[in-house]
């Protein structure tokens, strides 16, 4: 069932955004999704990822999970050991990996419920205008092109596709991992830095098409634990000439 979901699934319906309307690339997306979600819906009733309820991928009851920190400001304490990890400039996040945010993440990851990028792409750009932050480019950080032909989606670009609709900027996804990485959650921290070192690499095709020289590149991710990663995916982009780098992310593990 998960396959067939995976193959029918067409993305987000459309929902009202915040500020201006989506760039021509993200309008046309969206427009898609629009003429076939229908199928999706009439094939596979959405139910709550946080509580089971049917008819939404996330329930109004459980939103909130996903916006806990969306009201404090910009710079607040992380907890992260260093707090935000160099060479980052900014490193916000949105709510603790627990509870329905946690629940919602894995069911878009590994159950292909692609229609939960919708409520996590939106609870990222809150977070990120309530933090007051900048940047003119987003860029998801990627999973191996293995891991994207095996579930047949990026998850962390969906959810950088609704958050660049809602935050009316650019989405390029110029970054690739260049090799396949240990999943995290099982190494320590120092483990951690070494596993994603030179991992990831710059697409010269999509370069190519975007120039990242001279802009603030913002990247976006489903979880940050101890910024390994992120770090790993700013020191390329720093090196292929970006102004600087920061991050925002669904949910903090620790």
């Known amino acids: 069932m998960n396959a067939l979901r995976r193959r ?10 915040v500020g201006p309307g989506p760039r021509p690339a993200l309008r046309a997306a969206t427009g898609l999704r629009a003429a076939t979600g229908w199928l999706l819906d009439l094939a596979f009733p959405a139910r709550c990822a946080g509580c089971g309820r049917e008819g939404a991928a ?4 459980c939103v909130p999970a996903l916006v806990v920190r969306a009201g404090l400001p910009g710079g607040t304490p992380i907890g992260l050991p260093s707090e ?60 191996h092109a293995d891991r994207a032909r095996e579930r047949g989606f990026d998850h962390a670009r969906l959810i950088a596709e609704v ?28 483990e951690r830095a070494a596993n994603v070192r030179g991992a990831f690499a710059i697409d010269p095709g999509a370069l190519r ?12 991710d489903d979880v940050v634990t101890t910024g390994a990663t992120l770090a790993a995916c700013a020191g390329e982009l720093l090196a292929a000439g970006a102004a600087g780098v920061s991050a925002v992310t669904v949910a903090r593990e620790r």
Request: proline share 10%; hydrophobic share 50%.
């Open 8 to 17: 029918l699934q067409p993305g987000l319906e459309p929902e009202p955004l």
């Open 58 to 61: 996330l329930c109004q009851a």
């Open 84 to 143: 935000t990890p160099a060479p980052l400039l900014q490193l916000e996040w949105c709510a603790p990996f627990s509870g329905p945010a946690r629940r919602a993440i894995h069911a878009l990851k590994y159950d292909g419920e692609q229609r939960l990028a919708r409520p996590l792409g939106r609870a990222v750009a809150r977070r990120w205008q309530a933090a007051g932050a900048g940047g003119d480019l987003l860029v998801p950080v990627p999973v």
């Open 163 to 190: 958050t660049a609709a809602e935050l009316d900027l650019p989405l390029a996804a110029i970054l690739i991992r260049a090799r396949a990485t240990a999943a995290q959650f099982r190494l320590d921290h120092t």
């Open 209 to 220: 098409r975007r120039s990242v020289a001279g802009r603030w590149i913002v990247l976006v």
